[in-house]
């Protein structure tokens, strides 16, 4: 498949995730399309639909464990895809991918949504991500159910000023960091926090003068 006519991460549809899926190929031009188009704040992370694709059966041309590795820094993220060929080695599936994206963008999409990389299990995440899925697995997990992602949803994240060196001049407000689940287009009930409840308040101890009663008479 072309994905030539991708012209933002947030365009990933369907369509292009199965045809990414059907052959090496086909993932690897999906992959240097993103290295393309993809920029900070735009959703880039919705690549993990594809790649966790290729841990179920809708893949048949990958064989052994499936191993999914990210590393990056402030500027750039590298996608290393590699399966497991017997005796301890691991054969890569594609040539790596470096897209101009924060490494921390897919670093907490993979955190906190889950949904995103199932049936890929997060085995290592921090100064780099590890995504696996063993052989067995590979060959019993049916392609996820895909998730619909609205174009309207992607904006990019706004950067903060610097703070003030004196007092802040009234009236100023910084505009408010989008989620990421918002910037994916995953706003989901079941992945907001449960609420944090007040604690009860403890009793107030009251202190009253302690007056001496007297006797009526003398």
């Known amino acids: 498949m072309d994905f ?8 990933l549809r369907e369509r292009h995730i199965v ?8 993932m690897q ?8 188009i993809a920029s900070p704040g735009a959703g880039a992370p919705v690549l993990f639909l594809a790649l966790a694709r290729l841990a179920t059966t809708a893949c048949d041309w990958l064989d052994g464990e499936l191993r999914v590795e990210l590393t990056g820094d ?14 301890g080695f691991r054969e890569k599936a594609f040539r790596d991918a470096v ?36 052989s067995a697995a590979r060959k019993t997990s049916l392609p996820p159910p895909m998730v619909t992602i609205d174009p309207s949803s992607f904006v990019e994240i706004p950067k903060y ?6 007092s802040r001049p009234h009236g100023v407000n910084l505009p408010p960091r989008p989620r990421m689940e918002t910037l994916l287009g995953l706003d989901d009930p079941g992945l907001a926090h449960e609420p944090q409840h007040a604690a009860p308040a403890e009793p107030k101890i009251v202190l009253r003068r302690r007056v001496r009663e007297e006797s009526g008479s003398k």
């Not at 000023?161 to 004196?166: I, R």
Request: net charge negative; proline share 5%.
């Open 4 to 11: 030539t006519s991708l012209g933002r991460c947030a365009e």
């Open 19 to 26: 045809a990414a899926a059907s052959s090496s190929e086909s």
């Open 29 to 36: 031009a999906l992959l240097e399309r993103f290295e393309q």
């Open 74 to 87: 402030d500027a750039k993220t590298r996608i290393s895809v590699s399966t497991t060929i017997g005796g």
């Open 99 to 134: 897209l101009g994206v924060p490494f921390a963008e897919f670093n907490h999409a993979a955190l906190t949504m889950p949904k995103l990389i199932e049936p890929l299990v997060l085995s290592e995440s921090g100064k780099r991500i590890v995504l696996v899925a063993s």
């Open 161 to 166: 000023q610097a703070p003030y060196a004196g």
